[in-house]
């Protein structure tokens, strides 16, 4: 269990290449910011398990916005 920043959160997941090629890292990161308070940087934490919790959100968030496209 280690910290991890929400730099690093979103650094990782724009090393994704489908979520890089629909959000910056700026977006990334600013949906990370809004989704994670500061008090949750500074507790340790399942970095691994955050980073993957974050991944399955913005992948489910390409498969809607591609479904409603799409229509």
């Known amino acids: 269990m280690?910290?991890?920043s929400n730099a690093e959160i979103a650094k990782?997941?724009?090393e994704n290449e489908k979520?890089?090629?629909h959000?910056?890292?700026r977006e990334i990161l600013?949906?990370?910011d809004i989704s994670r308070?500061?008090?949750e940087e500074v507790t340790k934490c399942d970095a691994e398990?955050?980073?993957e919790d974050f991944r399955h959100?913005?992948?489910e968030m390409i498969e809607w916005i591609e479904y409603e496209n799409s229509k």
């Open 19 to 21: 979520i890089a090629s």
């Open 2 to 4: 280690k910290t991890i």
């Open 12 to 14: 990782k997941l724009y």
């Open 49 to 51: 398990k955050v980073v």
């Open 23 to 25: 959000f910056t890292f």
């Open 57 to 59: 959100g913005f992948l």
């Open 37 to 39: 308070s500061t008090e």
């Open 30 to 32: 600013d949906s990370v």
